[in-house]
Nanobody, 124 residues
Framework: QVQLVESGGGLVQAGGSLRLSCAASGRTFNLYQMGWFRQAPGKERECVAGISSGGGNTDYADSVKGRLTISRDNAKNTAYLQINTLKPEDTAVYYC?????????????????WGQGTQVTVSS
């Protein structure tokens, strides 16, 4: 069982940056592949980034590539999502998710554990 808690969301102006954190409980964090998803009102949940269990393999959605960086610190049981050059269309609830395995997946159905989400609002 893994419990995930996101933090770091907020209201920012376009062009700004945020770093989201995802703190995980348990002693087997390094066995889980992590993903960051977002969901805007009226839209489907989409994967924006994923990272392998060891951190050596990352994957990004084309729509955010170059502006987002996913990372993890297995010693701290924490995953991160750095978002730069924020745009109003980045406004969404951001969720972290975990699944057993090593290779990043973009499919929400592949993930077993989810956090409660953190709101990111970007003003123009």
């Amino acid at each position: 069982q893994v419990q995930l808690v996101e933090s770091g969301g907020g209201l920012v102006q376009a062009g700004g940056s945020l770093r989201l954190s995802c703190a995980a409980s348990g002693r087997t964090f390094n066995l889980y592949q992590m993903g960051w998803f977002r969901q805007a009102p009226g839209k489907e949940r989409e994967c924006v980034a994923g990272i392998s269990s060891g951190g050596g393999n990352t994957d990004y959605a084309d729509s955010v590539k170059g502006r987002l960086t996913i990372s993890r610190d297995n010693a701290k049981n924490t995953a991160y999502l750095q978002i730069n050059t924020l745009k109003p269309e980045d406004t969404a609830v951001y969720y972290c998710a975990a699944r057993a395995g090593s290779t990043p997946s973009r499919l929400p159905s592949r993930y077993n554990y989810w956090g409660q989400g953190t709101q990111v609002t970007v003003s123009s």
